[in-house]
Every structure is written in C-alpha cells, then in structure tokens.
C-alpha cells in the first residue's frame, strides 16, 4: 500500500505562485509513477503532471506547459508541483496520486483511471 498526503494549498492572487508537496509512505518511488490532478466544483477530475524515474520522465497537461513544474526527490519520497503565474481558471482541489511504473517504459498516465493511490487533496484558490 501506498498512502499519499498533500500539503501546501491555500489562497494567493492571480500571478502568483505556489508549491504543492506530496509525501508517500508505503513504497519508494524508483518504482512509481505519480501525478498531480485537479477537481474544481462541479467537474471532473483533470490531469495536471506526471513525473517517473524509470526512465526519468515527466509529462505535462497543454493548460499549465510552461507555469507548472513537478519534480520529485525520492531519498525524501517526496513529489512536489511547483506553479508559477496562477490563474483563477487554476483554482481546484489538486490531489496526487501513484501508480506503479512497471510495464509503463516511457509511457506517462494521463487519466485518472490509470492510478491506484490517492491523497486527500489539498485545495488552491486563485483570486482574480
């Protein structure tokens, strides 16, 4: 088993930025692939990243190219989101999730389907 917390959420106006952080137990990532998605009120769960290191590999959602940054230290089993100039359109509940990285090469899992752990979420508000 796999338990994923997320920290670092909270309120910052548009153009500013934040860093989410998520912490596994569990397993060691060398074996994982994890991801970042988002939940806004009323629809449905969207990709966001993904990030994996056998092969060292991340992947990126069209919508944050360029703004978000994921990046994961596996001596601490920890993958963090960095995001840069925030939009309210970004506000949502963004939630991390793992998934082994077994069979997967250089093959990076976009649908929320394709994992098997998940966090609590923790909730990013953009104001305008």
């Known amino acids: 088993q796999v338990q994923l917390v997320e920290s670092g959420g909270g309120l910052v106006q548009a153009g500013g930025s934040l860093r989410l952080s998520c912490a596994a137990s569990?397993?060691?990532?060398?074996?994982?692939?994890m991801g970042w998605f988002t939940q806004a009120p009323g629809k449905e769960r969207e990709f966001v990243a993904a990030?994996?290191?056998?092969?060292?590999?991340?992947y990126y959602a069209d919508s944050v190219k360029g703004r978000f940054f994921i990046s994961g230290d596996n001596a601490k089993n920890t993958v963090d989101l960095q995001m840069l100039s925030l939009k309210p359109e970004d506000t949502a509940v963004y939630y991390c999730?793992?998934?082994?990285?077994?069979?997967?090469?250089?093959?990076?899992?976009?649908?929320?389907?394709?994992?098997?752990?998940w966090g609590q979420g923790t909730q990013v508000t953009v104001s305008s």
């Open positions: 990030i994996t290191w056998s092969p060292a590999h991340t």
């Open positions: 569990g397993r060691t990532f060398n074996n994982y692939a």
């Open positions: 999730a793992a998934r082994t990285s077994r069979g997967l090469g250089s093959y990076l899992p976009s649908n929320e389907k394709e994992y098997d752990y």
